[in-house]
């Protein structure tokens, strides 16, 4: 079986429409943000979180009311799978394990006739979120600067800086597919947490690799087709690849969604952030990695022929 | 073939190598398995059968991180201003204002406290000097020594963690010092915070308690013997005494290291050092010709086989004394310890437990010379002498007359006469130092010790020095812990988690199998096998460095399979794209794979920069995830080139129709 077998589609010659189509997402995520931002993890964020399974069915109204009664206003309470599991969480945090002992105690003095068990308890103090908002904004950033590196090392400074535009592409489209989807579907709870940055720093690495192999097929492109030029040269690699991008796409996007859908709720926000990163991360290969070193590359010979006329004519001048 | 033949022997190597690393967790997987189907005193039972291959098995077996197996994540920070304050000495107003302020901000920022400490103070015109210095000190000096005193307390913040977290018995616990002032505790299996927040951040206690006279110890270890043979007979007689006296010794073992506690800087010491009969303590064994004429039950010429020494004497049985030892120090293997542990919790045995006598266990268990690992059981005084409060200081050294390790102990003037009245009417006697209910030393007292500065001798080794050092200073400063993050996941969530993760896993990856099987054919099914043993050698390099599975790591493990199948399908497009200008299969294939390289090699280096990088930044779960991907990363690449190249080499020389789609 085969598919996209010797195809010859002008990827390239389209570039601006998508490039509008990208930004047009980003806004529109920006928006969703602004509306409603990715609640951060109390991994972030620091507080107390407690998750609980109650032997039957119970409203999140009651509990918070129960919870509101017991003194801890503005809590955040939410179900997780079923009606069974409560999330609660409070930005508070005491030494030791006082509030999470505090909320059970409320929860066990205000519901009568359903028994719980306490599931999970985090309690993650302020230093520790900030330690890893750092590390992880440290962590994205060198792994950027080596990916520049080695690839401008392997390709060009040009390949390189299309591909870190195309990470970064991936990145803002990804968060904005979060936002938007928490506007849609409020009961998914994406939120930013440990799980999620794992995902991205993924979706980083993914995205890289699918340029890379297009790029590598530009390189090895480039030799055979001397006198053709840049954008026509591109399609051609991109064409060739095709293929292979579908598959391996569609495979790993299959994976996750497989993943998302059985994987438990620790695993959903990681395949969901990632399936996002592979449709964005194989785009962005071709409209936007490639595209900004075709129209980058333009722009140099654009510069260089104006600056040879300008030279000549200079030339002539003084002579 | 002849060009494949090292790869060939490669590639059955590392296999081979897998299966070897993986065994062990396999073989404890089926421990499990058994055990499960036992129940209650079974299960004790089979435990204590299989006490050392599973230890060694749960050494050597891929652990589960906490996400999947439920348990406690706790990160604890040394108090770096509570210490600060305990530390200072003129302490007034403005300390206090300063030092409020140095809490609010070491708690926003990084920077080293003693800088923030310095400027604070400057800014109401005074110095580190007022508080912290001795009249000759310079401001430099000053900063030195609290630098000092504060990676101290990390370290014996964590002696102390470990100490008490070894007591609570759980099992695999991590404990780890990280950064600067920073403890990681994992304590696998535990669902009550409220215990370990008990045992984590209470304030260590040391004392100095007295070793039971013997002919007490012995009294109380044959009431315990008697209960647990279930004789009813509780009469008392010099006999108890008489045959520990008559347990003649089979094997004569290594010595325990003999203690003294002497006088600092005294001379004749030297010479009392000699005189004093050295406590030499020698382990009766488990064979059974030592145990012939023993007559522990009162019964001194009848022969006892082992069975019936066990019968009749279940707790010198388990604990062995030493008759030529003049101590009633009891002898535990390191196995029979849990036995020991559960015996002295019965509530029958602690019902004639007289309140004068305590059990207390020896940090360190030390190697008889076969390898046997025994635990000191100390019978100890049931008051302590003094708590380790009044300690003013404690510095191991070199006692540059005998070239041996020391440890040197100073008390402040309170505890110097309350030490020179204990020493004074206790000499030869030994005296044990006890930290949080586990005995560090028992040395012998060789004369009264007036003034507060004592010797510690006997120590094995530098370290066991250190660690004596470490120890006395816990009690003197305790090292205050605040515990900033805390995770506790319940069983029930791990096991959900982990179910679901793995069958929605794998569920997906025989989803992509059968789809590389339809799309590629042979080449497809070639590439399946790769996956599998893509699969094995990653979980072979994790069991052979030890690393933690957890969710992540899965996470991780989900992606370099992706990238495997990627690399499949590089190849593959490649070797269709050269089938499709009209190439010969062999052709085809060699120029197939000698093309794809380049984009496989590109593609996996930059993988290995963002996982080192992910690695070096994250924490916990993010580290677990860049390891997986780091070694899956690596086998990737092996089994892509390599194996598979192989395998469809083999395929074409046979004759067999390869195809790929």
Known sequence: MRIFENTNYDFLGKRRKFYFLSLGIIILGIISFIIRPIPLGIDFLGGTEVQVRFASNVEVGEIRSIMEGAGFTGMEIKTMDSDRDILLRTPLQAEGTKISDDISTALRNGISGNTFEVLRTDKVGPKIGEELRRNALYAIIFSLIGILVYLSFRFQFIYAMGAVAALFHDVLITIAAIAISNMIFPGLNLEFNQTMLAAFLTLIGFSVNDTVVIFDRIRENVRLYKNEEIESVMNKSVNATLSRTVITGGTVFLTLIVIFIFGGEVLRSFAFTFAVGVLTGTYSSIFVASAVVVDWKSKIEKREKAAKLNKKFQTAKVK | ?661
């Open chain 2, 1 to 661: 073939m002849k060009k494949n033949l090292t790869r060939i022997i490669l590639t059955l190597v590392f296999i081979f190598l897998s299966i070897y690393f993986i065994y062990p967790t396999y073989k404890d997987y089926q421990f499990n398995k058994e055990l499960s189907k036992l129940t209650g005193q079974d299960s004790i039972t089979f435990l204590e059968q299989n006490a050392a291959e599973l230890k060694e098995l749960q050494q050597d077996r891929i652990k589960l991180g906490l996400d999947l197996k439920g348990g406690m994540y706790v990160v604890l920070d040394v108090d770096v201003v509570k210490l600060l304050d305990d530390l200072a000495k003129n302490k007034d107003q403005v300390l206090t204002d300063v030092l409020n302020q140095l809490r609010a901000s070491t708690d926003a920022s990084d920077a080293s406290v003693i800088e923030q400490l310095k400027s604070m103070l400057a800014a109401r015109g005074q110095t580190l000097k007022s508080y912290y210095g001795e009249t000759r000190d310079t401001e430099a000096d000053i900063e030195a020594k609290l630098e000092a005193e504060i990676n101290g307390a990390i370290d014996r913040a964590v002696e102390v963690v470990r100490n008490r977290v070894d007591q609570y018995g759980v099992a695999e616990p991590q404990i780890q010092k990280v950064g600067g002032n920073r403890i990681i505790v994992e304590l696998p299996g535990v669902s009550n915070p409220e215990d370990v927040r008990n045992l984590l951040s209470g304030t260590a206690l040391l004392e100095f308690k007295l070793v039971a006279e013997p002919e007490n110890a012995v009294r109380v270890m044959q009431l315990i013997n008697n209960i647990l043979a279930g004789t009813t007979d509780t009469t008392l007689t010099n006999d108890s005494l008489k045959t520990s006296d008559s347990t003649s010794v089979a094997k004569d073992t290594t010595k325990s290291s003999d203690k003294n506690l002497a006088v600092k800087k005294d001379t004749t010491g030297k010479n009392k050092k000699d005189t004093i009969k050295k406590t030499d303590t020698n382990i009766a064994s488990n064979d059974t010709s030592l145990l012939t004429d023993t007559g522990l039950a009162g019964d001194t010429t009848q022969q006892l086989s082992e069975e019936e020494f066990k019968k009749k004497n279940p707790w010198f049985y388990l604990v062995r004394l030493n008759p030529d030892g003049g101590t009633a120090d009891g002898f535990v293997t390191e196995n029979d310890r849990p036995a020991v542990e559960r015996i002295l919790q019965r509530p029958d045995v602690l019902a004639v437990l007289p309140s004068d006598v305590t059990f207390a266990w020896s940090k360190e268990a030390f190697d008889a010379g076969d390898g046997t690992k025994f635990y000191i059981l100390y019978a100890l005084k049931g008051e302590a002498e003094l708590t380790g409060k009044v300690i003013s200081n404690a510095q191991s050294n070199i006692d540059p007359t005998s070239n041996t390790p020391v440890v040197n102990m100073q008390m402040n003037d309170e505890g110097a006469a309350d030490w020179a009245r204990i020493t004074g009417a206790n000499v030869n006697k030994r005296i044990a130092i006890v930290l949080d209910n586990v005995v560090y030393s028992a040395p012998v007292v060789r004369g009264k010790i007036t003034g507060g500065n004592s010797q510690i001798e006997g120590m094995a080794n530098v370290q066991e020095a250190k660690l004596l050092e470490i120890v006395l200073k816990a009690g003197a400063l305790p090292a205050p812990l605040k515990i900033i993050e805390e995770r506790s996941i319940g069983p029930s969530l791990g096991e959900d988690s982990i179910k679901a993760g793995i069958t929605s896993s794998i569920a997906a990856l025989i989803i992509v199998a059968l789809f590389m099987m339809v799309w590629y054919r042979t080449g497809g099914f070639i590439a399946d096998i790769a996956l599998v043993i893509n699969v094995l050698f990653i979980l072979g390099i994790m069991a052979s460095f030890k690393a933690t599975l957890t969710l992540p790591g899965i996470a991780g493990l989900i992606l370099t399979l992706g990238m495997a199948v990627d690399t499949n399908v590089l190849i593959y497009e490649r070797i269709r794209e050269e089938l499709g200008i009209g190439k010969p299969l062999k052709t085809a294939i060699e120029i197939g794979f000698k093309k794809a390289f380049s984009a496989i090699l590109d593609s996996h280096v930059t993988s290995i920069i963002t996982g080192v990088i992910l690695y070096q930044f994250g924490t916990g779960p993010i580290q677990g995830f860049a390891l997986t991907l780091l070694f899956g990363i690596v086998a990737n690449l092996f089994t892509a080139i390599v194996i598979t190249h192989i395998m469809i080499d083999i395929l074409v020389e046979k004759g067999v129709k390869v195809k790929f789609g």
